[in-house]
C-alpha cells in the first residue's frame, strides 16, 4: 500500500547543526495489519512515520501511495490524503484544550464540509464506541489521561481513515491504560485498518496485535521483520 | 443598527417641525450662524469674521480659545500654494 | 451548500476557541470598542451639526455687507444704502445692528441685536434660552428669567439702563439663538453710544441668486471698504467648520487609535506559543493552510464586528441621547454661555461604512497576515514537541 524508495531526510541541511534524520530506508507497507517502529529514541522512528503519514516530505526519494506517486503532489493535495487516509494520535494526544472533547473530535471533519448536525452524531457514536460518550460535552483539560488518550483516537478515527498513525502512543500511560490502548488497537485491525505504531515500549512491541516489527537505528532500518 | 436608523428616521420627522420653526427665526431675525462658542466673535460669528482675523490682536497672535482649534481654519485663509 | 457548511464549521470552532482566552478577548474587544465609539461619535457629532447648519441656514440672508475698517470691522454709513439699492437686482437693503456685549454680573458674552418689531417699545426686550439661564444667578427655586424681569445694561458712560424681559424666544430655536438678546434700535444706540447713521452691517435680499457674484462685484466697485458676504459662503463656512479631519478630539483620537493599533499589533503578529501549537495541530490532523487563514479570518471578524457594533450603537446613544456629554469640556472652550442643544440625528450608510473600512478591515487583516506565516509550518513540527 505504501512505498518508500530510498527515501532520505535531512534537517537543517546547509546549515553547521545540519543532521540526517533517516537514510537509505526502503520499505513496502502492506494493508490490514499493525506495524511497529522499534528503536530508541533519536532512531528516527518520528521522522519516518511523519514521512509515512504524509507530514513531511523527504529531502530525496520516492513515496507512492496506494500506486500513487505522492512526493511531489502540491501540499493541498497532501493535506487532503492526510485527512482522508490517515488517522493520527500523537505522543502527547495534541487535543486543542479549551474547547470540549466533541469539538476536539470533530475538528478534523471541519474541513470537509460536512453538515454539522450529522458530523456531531458521528462523533457521538464514535465517543459512546469508546466508551466517553459522558464526557462529550466536558473541557479536554479536565480529562483523565485514559479519557484522553480515548478522545484522541476518536478524533483520528473521525474521518474514516485507512491507516492510524500513533507515535509512542503509550509513553504517557501506566501498565492497564496501555494494554487498553493495545486493545483498542486489536479491534481496529480487526475491522480493517492498518495501524502504524512508533514505540520503544515493550507493550506495544511485544503485543501480539502487532504483525510486524521494523527496527530501527541511527536513521536507518536494521530489520524490516517480514512477520511474527 | 437597524434600530438606529429606525430612531434616526423617526427623530427626524419628530424633529422637522422644530427645524421648520428655527428656519423661520433665522429668517426673521436675519442670523447668519448658529451659536455654539460664544467666547469670541470668530468662534460666535464665524462667517461674518473679517478676513483679517489671524491678525486680530497682532500679527504673530497664536490661537488660544479651545474652541478655535476644533473648528477647521477657512481655505481661503492658507496661502494659495497650500490650498 | 458544501461551502457554506465548512465555514459554518469552522466559525462553530473560532467562536468557542475566542471563548477560551476570554479575559483577553474581551479587554480587547473593550479597547476596540472604545476607540469605534469615539471615533464613531466624533463622525456623527460633526455630520449632524454639519446638516443641521445646512438645513437652517438656507434662509441665511442671501448677502451681508460689512464695512472694514483697518481690518477690523467697523459701522457702515446708512448712506450706503441708497447707492447699493439702485444696483439692479438689489429687492431690499435693510441695515442690521447688532454687537456683543460682556455681562459682568453673568461673567458671558451676549449677542445683542435690534429687531424692528420692539422699535416702538424702547425699554424691552426679548432673550434667547441661555441668557434666560444665566442671567439669573439670584433666583430662586432654579428658575431662569420670567417675563417682567429687568436686566441691568451697563451703557458706554457707565450709567446703567434697566430693560425689561418681555418674551423668551423659543427653546427649540436655542442652536441658534441661546445667547441672542433682542432690543429695540433706541436701547441698542443708547448702550454703545451709535450714530443715527450707522448700522452694523447691511443685508441684502436679491430677486435672482444668480445675480449675486454680479451684485457683490459691483458693491465693492462702488464702496471698495466693504465686504459682501453670500449665502453660499455661509454654508461653505459651516460646511469646513466641521470637517472631523481637523481639531483636538482628533488629535487626541490619533493617540488612542496609535495605541489601539500598537495592542492590535502586538496581538496579532506576536502569536503566543499556544496559539501556534494549535494551528500545527490543526495542520497536522488535516487542515489546509487556508481553512486555518479562514479561521483567524472569522476570529479578526468576529471580534472587530461585535467592536464595531457596539462601538458605533454607543456613539450614537452618546450623541444624540446624552449630547455628547463627553464632547462637552471641549465644545463649551472658553465659552460660559453653552447651549445645551440636542442634535437631531442624521446619520447615513455613508458614514457607518466609513467607519467600517476604517477599523473592522484593517483589524481583520491585521489578524490573518502573521497566521499566514505559521499556517504554513510544517505539520510534523507537532510530532516533534
Known sequence: ?228 | MGLMFMDAVVSQRLDREFVRERRAIVRALTLTDLCLFTEARYTRHPSMTELHTPFQDHPMALEHFPSGSIMAVPARLYPPAQQ | MKALEKQRNILDFTLSSLGRRKGKNIALVMVYTFVIFLLASVLFFTHSLKKEAALILQDAPAMTVQRLVAGRQDMIPMHYIDSIRQIKGVQSVVPRLWGYYYDALSGANYTLMVNADLNDRAGEIIIGNGVSWRSAPGKRNNQGLQKNDIIPFKTYDGTVLGLKVKGLLPFASELVTADLILVSETDFRKIFAIANDQATDLVLQVRNAKELPTIAAKITQIHPDTRPILRQEILRTYDAVFDWRGGVILMVLAGVFFAFIILAWDKATGLSAEEKREIGILKAIGWETSDILLMKFWEGAAVSLMAFFMGIFLAYLHVFLASSILFAPVLKGWSVLYPHFRLTPYINAYQIATLFFLTVIPYTVATIVPSWRSATIDPDSVMRM
Request: charged share 25%; net charge neutral.
Open chain 1, 1 to 228: 500500500m505504501i512505498h518508500l524508495q530510498d527515501i532520505r531526510k535531512v534537517f537543517n541541511a546547509g546549515k553547521p547543526n545540519e543532521f540526517v534524520a533517516i537514510e537509505g530506508v526502503n520499505l513496502a507497507i502492506d494493508s490490514h495489519g499493525a506495524i511497529a517502529l522499534k528503536g530508541p529514541s533519536g532512531s528516527g522512528k518520528t521522522t519516518l512515520l511523519s514521512i509515512l503519514g504524509c507530514m513531511a516530505r523527504p529531502t530525496s526519494g520516492r513515496i507512492t501511495l496506494q500506486e500513487r506517486e505522492i512526493t511531489s503532489l502540491p501540499e493541498r493535495f497532501l493535506t487532503e490524503i492526510r485527512r482522508e487516509t490517515f488517522g493520527f494520535i500523537f505522543q502527547q494526544f495534541n487535543l486543542i484544550k479549551g474547547i470540549t472533547v466533541l469539538e476536539n473530535v470533530m475538528l478534523p471533519a471541519y474541513p470537509n464540509a460536512e453538515n454539522h448536525a450529522s458530523l456531531k452524531k458521528r462523533a457521538m457514536d464514535l465517543l459512546d464506541l469508546l466508551n466517553i460518550g459522558g464526557k462529550a460535552l466536558a473541557k479536554v483539560e479536565w480529562l483523565s489521561g485514559g479519557e484522553a488518550q480515548r478522545t484522541a483516537i476518536a478524533r483520528a478515527l473521525i474521518n474514516n481513515p485507512t491507516i492510524i498513525i500513533a507515535d509512542e502512543p503509550t509513553a504517557h500511560l501506566d501498565t492497564h491504560l496501555s494494554a487498553e490502548f493495545m486493545e483498542i488497537m486489536r479491534q481496529l485491525k480487526q475491522e480493517g485498518k492498518t495501524i502504524l505504531l512508533a514505540s520503544h515500549d515493550p507493550i506495544v512491541y511485544e503485543s501480539k496485535v502487532i504483525d510486524r516489527i521494523v527496527e530501527m537505528r541511527d536513521g536507518k532500518v536494521v530489520s524490516a521483520g517480514g512477520g511474527p
